[in-house]
C-alpha cells in the first residue's frame, strides 16, 4: 500500500512548491506525541505511523536535491532510524517535528551525497544534543511562530519563491544560483536576504 | 558573554538550507554554539527548511519500505538513551577543555593523525581533519598570552573563530565566539592578551602567506 494518499478533496495549489496541496494528514502536536511515544517506551505503532507521515515527504526533498529514487529512500531509512534512535533528543519546545526531521536529513545529505561514503552516526550530531531547557510559554510561542513562517512563505513574490526553491529543494550554493538564473551574485543575495527579512519580521512577534 | 562580531547573515542563510562546505559548516556551528542571537537566526532559518519539507509534494515509497524499515527497527529492542558526552581521552590538552561540544569529535578524529606544531614562539596549530576540504585547512591554533602571530596577509579567504581568550589586531578585539574575516587585500598581526591561552580555529582556503623575512622563510620552505 503506497503510504500517501492522492490529492484530497479540499487542495489548492501552493505558490512556493507549484504543487497540489493536500490537507495535513497530521498535524504539529500529533507529531510531536508520537516522536515522544518512540521516546518513552519504543512505541512502533507509533514509528509507523511517523514513517507513513514522513519518509514520502523526505523522499521527494532528496530526489529534489538530486537523489535517484533509490539512494532517497536509503537516505530516508538512515534519516528515519536516526529519529528512532534519536527520539529523546528532540524537544517539542525548540522545534517542530518536521523542522528536526529537516535538520537532521540536511546533515545526513550533506554526508551522504557529498562525501559518497557511509559514515557512522555521529552520537555527537547538533541536531541531536539534548538542547538547553525553555520556559514553558516559549512552546506556543514557537508553535505560533511556525504558524506566521507557514503564511508569510505562501505569500512570497514568485521571484523570491524561486530562490529559496532552489536553495532548499535544490542545494544550490548562492553563486551557484547566480549562474542558473544569470543574475549578479549581489542580486541573489539581496533578494535572499529581502526574502528572509519579511519571513524574519513575520516571525518577529514570537521570539 | 555574547560574542559581538557574528557570521554575516547569508552564512546563516546557507548553513540552514545546507549548502556550504563542511568546513565552513563547521564553522557557522562553533559561532552558533557560542552565540544565542545567530543561533536564534540560525533555528527560525531551519523552521524556513521544515515548512519546506512539510509542504513538499510527498513521492511514495515503494512497497514493502515500511517492512524493511520496521525489521530494521526490530533488530533494536529499545530506543538508546541519549549518550552522555563521550569520555574521550585528551591526554591533558589544554585546548580540548576549552572547545565546544561541536567540535570535540572532529578533534578527537584528528588528533590521532595530527600532532601540535610549534609554529612560532608561544603559538601552536593543529590540523583538523573536515572531509571535502581538498583546497583549503581547518586548524585549532592556540596562543600564549602575549604572545602572537606575525604579520602575515592571506593567498585565500580565512575565517577565524574564537574558542577562548581573546586576541588583539588591527581590526579590533575578539573575545570567545567573536568571528573575523581576513582576505588577500590585509595584512593583520594577531596579539593573544595576557593572562588566559587564546584558542581559535580557523578555516584557510589557502595557505596563509607570511610577509616580511618570515615570509621569505616560508616561500624558501616552498609552503
Known sequence: MPFCAGPLPHTRVDPLTKTIESALPLDRETLADLVEAIAERGDRAAFARLFAHLAPRLKAFLMRLGASAGTAEELVQDVMLTIWRKAASFDRRQSSVTTWTYTIARNRRIDLIRRETRPDLDPEEPALQPSAPVAADTALEVERRDAALRMAIAELPEEQADLLRLAYYEGKSHSEIADIRNLPLGTVKSRMRLAFNRLRRAMEPFQ | MTPSHHVPFDLLMERAAGTLSPAMALFVDTHVALCPLCRGQLRALEAVGGEMLERIAPVAMSAGALDRMMALIGAEAQPRPIMAATGMDFDGDPAFT?????????????????????????????????????????????????????????????????????????????????????????????VAEPGEICVALAVLELPVQLTGVLGFVQRVLGH
Open chain 2, 98 to 190: 576549552r572547545l565546544p561540544s561541536v567540535l570535540r569529535p572532529v578533534w578527537a578524529r584528528s588528533r590521532p593523525r595530527h600532532d601540535w606544531r610549534k609554529v612560532f614562539s608561544g603559538v601552536s596549530m593543529m590540523d583538523l581533519d573536515v572531509p571535502e576540504n581538498h583546497d583549503g585547512k581547518v586548524l585549532l591554533t592556540v596562543i600564549e598570552g602575549d604572545k602572537g602571530i606575525p604579520r602575515h596577509s592571506h593567498r585565500g579567504r580565512e575565517a577565524i573563530i574564537v574558542l577562548s581568550g581573546a586576541f588583539q589586531d588591527e581590526f579590533g578585539r575578539f573575545g570567545k565566539g567573536d568571528v573575523c574575516f581576513c582576505d588577500g587585500a590585509m595584512t593583520h598581526k594577531p
